[in-house]
């Protein structure tokens, strides 16, 4: 496992080559991309931070939304000299990464599974059962060490968020879900989500933006794939079968092959 560097956002560094940024989604942390950081990390030097408020980083000292933790990973691109690194992203950090692209962010950048692309009617689903989702996690709390390791509890409580629930690593869950219960923003964070804005797009950007999707997403739905084209028309587009809201998990070498030729 890669070796933890200090703030000024926590986060894991390795690899040698063009550097690439990656962002974690919802309730997760850097560790959310184990099952592609070295792959990953054989090509490029691979830069994984935790967000505010998640894994290891402290959280915002003011409101958490959509705009302030993007202005928060922008500022740790400053600080370290990553300014025009490449991106890559999960669920709400795809949505990050999409609105850096936005902002003008010359390097290339890479979205898997993106929120803020929903219909009032798929946003207010997302809450409730993601929210429903993280309530049970953390009345689970003592018992996930043996949960996670039983395929059938695994298929369970990974139903919505992975197509093959029964096949992840039981470290790499466990790892997650104790993620969910520990994240100091997570509530705050769901809660932007659901009653912030949603994700605007621009008609042209200064880097390559590519988006990928899992074509069993139960979390945001593959419809919302074609809504998130329409905003950003210059995107690169990839549909992943067989594979859910985490293509890194259900698809890690053809995801990791995915990132890597859309930032190459």
């Not at 933890?4 to 986060?11: D, E, G, K, Y």
């Not at 025009?84 to 669920?91: E, K, P, R, V, Y």
């Not at 197509?163 to 470290?171: F, I, K, N, T, V």
Request: aromatic residues 8%; glycine residues 10%.
């Amino acid at each position: 496992m890669p070796d933890p560097v200090p703030n000024p956002l926590h986060h894991v560094r390795r690899g040698t080559g063009a550097p690439l940024v990656l962002i974690h989604g919802l309730g997760s942390s850097w560790a959310n991309w184990l099952p592609v950081f070295d792959r990953l990390a054989a090509k490029r030097e691979v830069i994984a931070i935790d967000l505010p408020g998640f894994g290891a980083s402290a959280p915002l000292r003011g409101p958490v939304t959509m705009a302030t933790l993007t202005e928060a990973v922008e500022q740790f691109l400053r600080d370290t000299g990553l300014e025009n690194a490449d991106l890559a992203g999960s669920s709400m950090g795809a949505r990050l990464v999409l609105e850096m692209a936005r902002r003008g962010h010359e390097g290339s950048v890479v979205a898997l599974d993106p929120g803020g692309f929903w219909s009032p009617g798929q946003r207010a689903v997302f809450g409730a059962t993601v929210g429903a989702s993280i309530r049970l996690i953390r009345a689970l709390d003592g018992a996930l060490p043996a949960l996670t390791g039983s395929r059938i509890a695994r298929s369970a409580l990974l139903f919505q968020f992975s197509a093959r629930p029964w096949a992840l690593d039981p470290e790499v869950v466990l790892t997650e879900l104790r993620g969910f219960n520990r994240a100091a923003s997570i509530d705050e964070a769901l809660d932007a989500l659901v009653h912030g804005p949603t994700q605007p797009g621009a008609l042209r950007t200064k880097g390559r933006v590519a988006i990928g999707w899992g074509r069993q997403d139960r979390v945001t739905l593959p419809s919302q794939a074609s809504v998130a084209i329409e905003r950003f028309p210059n995107a690169r587009f990839r549909g992943f079968h067989h594979c859910g809201h985490y293509p890194h998990w259900d698809q890690p070498e053809q995801a990791a092959r995915f990132i890597l030729s859309a930032t190459a």
